[in-house]
Protein backbone atom coordinates (compact mmCIF):
# COMPACT_ATOMS: atom_id res chain seq x y z
CA UNK A 1 0.00 0.00 0.00
CA UNK A 2 1.07 3.86 -0.93
CA UNK A 3 1.48 5.93 1.79
CA UNK A 4 1.84 10.10 1.13
CA UNK A 5 2.98 12.53 3.84
CA UNK A 6 2.44 15.90 2.88
CA UNK A 7 4.30 18.17 5.39
CA UNK A 8 5.34 22.06 5.26
CA UNK A 9 2.02 24.24 5.23
CA UNK A 10 1.91 27.05 7.81
CA UNK A 11 0.93 30.45 7.79
CA UNK A 12 1.99 33.03 5.36
CA UNK A 13 1.87 36.56 4.66
CA UNK A 14 0.94 37.78 0.60
CA UNK A 15 4.34 37.65 -0.95
CA UNK A 16 5.87 35.26 0.81
CA UNK A 17 6.89 31.62 0.00
CA UNK A 18 6.63 27.92 0.82
CA UNK A 19 7.87 24.59 0.13
CA UNK A 20 5.51 21.72 0.66
CA UNK A 21 7.20 18.21 0.87
CA UNK A 22 5.28 14.62 -0.05
CA UNK A 23 7.02 11.81 1.21
CA UNK A 24 6.20 8.35 -0.03
CA UNK A 25 6.46 4.96 0.85
CA UNK A 26 5.42 1.32 0.33
CA UNK A 27 5.52 1.70 -3.48
CA UNK A 28 7.72 2.02 -6.47
CA UNK A 29 7.88 6.23 -6.32
CA UNK A 30 10.44 6.68 -9.02
CA UNK A 31 7.94 5.03 -11.64
CA UNK A 32 4.92 7.33 -10.75
CA UNK A 33 3.35 10.64 -11.85
CA UNK A 34 3.02 12.61 -8.93
CA UNK A 35 0.02 15.50 -8.61
CA UNK A 36 -0.69 18.15 -6.17
CA UNK A 37 -4.37 19.27 -5.98
CA UNK A 38 -5.30 22.16 -3.59
CA UNK A 39 -9.06 22.59 -1.91
CA UNK A 40 -10.31 25.87 -0.70
CA UNK A 41 -13.42 25.88 2.04
CA UNK A 42 -16.01 25.84 0.20
CA UNK A 43 -14.82 24.61 -3.17
CA UNK A 44 -13.88 21.23 -5.00
CA UNK A 45 -10.59 20.31 -4.91
CA UNK A 46 -8.72 21.46 -7.87
CA UNK A 47 -5.39 20.91 -9.86
CA UNK A 48 -2.25 22.31 -9.33
CA UNK A 49 0.61 21.33 -10.91
CA UNK A 50 2.06 17.24 -12.74
CA UNK A 51 5.54 15.64 -13.05
CA UNK A 52 6.75 12.92 -14.69
CA UNK A 53 8.47 9.93 -13.52
CA UNK A 54 11.01 11.18 -14.79
CA UNK A 55 10.65 15.05 -13.69
CA UNK A 56 11.09 16.17 -17.51
CA UNK A 57 7.09 17.02 -18.08
CA UNK A 58 5.34 19.07 -15.79
CA UNK A 59 2.16 20.88 -16.22
CA UNK A 60 0.85 23.63 -14.19
CA UNK A 61 -2.55 25.19 -13.58
CA UNK A 62 -3.06 28.24 -15.29
CA UNK A 63 -3.63 30.15 -11.72
CA UNK A 64 0.29 29.44 -10.70
CA UNK A 65 1.98 28.91 -13.65
CA UNK A 66 5.11 30.88 -13.42
CA UNK A 67 4.16 30.90 -9.39
CA UNK A 68 4.97 27.43 -8.25
CA UNK A 69 7.58 25.08 -8.76
CA UNK A 70 6.68 21.17 -9.08
CA UNK A 71 9.87 18.96 -8.66
CA UNK A 72 10.51 15.35 -7.55
CA UNK A 73 13.58 13.51 -5.83
CA UNK A 74 13.37 9.81 -6.90
CA UNK A 75 16.27 8.65 -4.45
CA UNK A 76 14.18 10.64 -1.42
CA UNK A 77 10.95 9.15 -2.71
CA UNK A 78 9.96 12.65 -2.44
CA UNK A 79 8.06 15.16 -4.71
CA UNK A 80 8.15 19.30 -3.71
CA UNK A 81 5.88 21.95 -4.56
CA UNK A 82 7.79 25.89 -4.09
CA UNK A 83 5.32 27.95 -3.84
CA UNK A 84 6.22 31.71 -4.56
CA UNK A 85 4.84 35.31 -4.49
CA UNK A 86 1.42 33.53 -2.47
CA UNK A 87 -2.05 35.79 -2.97
CA UNK A 88 -4.52 34.82 -0.22
CA UNK A 89 -6.93 32.80 -2.94
CA UNK A 90 -4.20 30.29 -2.64
CA UNK A 91 -5.45 29.44 0.78
CA UNK A 92 -6.16 25.92 0.74
CA UNK A 93 -5.79 22.37 2.28
CA UNK A 94 -2.78 21.14 -0.50
CA UNK A 95 -2.77 17.36 -1.05
CA UNK A 96 -0.61 15.28 -3.23
CA UNK A 97 -1.36 12.31 -5.43
CA UNK A 98 -0.29 9.39 -7.03
CA UNK A 99 -0.75 7.84 -10.90
CA UNK A 100 0.68 4.17 -11.76
CA UNK A 101 0.24 5.13 -14.86
CA UNK A 102 2.06 8.18 -17.17
CA UNK A 103 0.16 10.66 -18.82
CA UNK A 104 0.69 14.09 -17.08
CA UNK A 105 -3.33 14.18 -15.59
CA UNK A 106 -5.12 16.75 -14.38
CA UNK A 107 -8.58 15.26 -13.46
CA UNK A 108 -9.02 13.75 -9.87
CA UNK A 109 -10.14 10.52 -10.77
CA UNK A 110 -6.88 9.66 -12.29
CA UNK A 111 -5.10 9.35 -9.17
CA UNK A 112 -4.69 6.39 -7.40
CA UNK A 113 -3.28 7.46 -4.00
CA UNK A 114 -3.79 10.44 -2.37
CA UNK A 115 -2.29 11.78 1.05
CA UNK A 116 -3.87 13.41 3.95
CA UNK A 117 -3.20 16.97 3.28
CA UNK A 118 -1.44 20.50 4.53
CA UNK A 119 -2.81 23.35 5.17
CA UNK A 120 -1.40 26.46 3.34
CA UNK A 121 -2.83 30.07 4.72
CA UNK A 122 -2.25 32.97 3.42
CA UNK A 123 -2.88 36.13 5.00
CA UNK A 124 -3.29 39.92 2.91
Known amino acids: QVQLVESGGGLVQAGGSLRLSCAAS????????MGWFRQAPGKEREFVAV????????RYADSVKGRFTISRDNAKNTVYLQMNSLKPEDTAVYTC?????????????????WGQGTQVTVSS
Open 97 to 113: AARVNSGLAVENREYHY
Open 51 to 58: IDWSGHSI
Open 26 to 33: GGTFRTYT
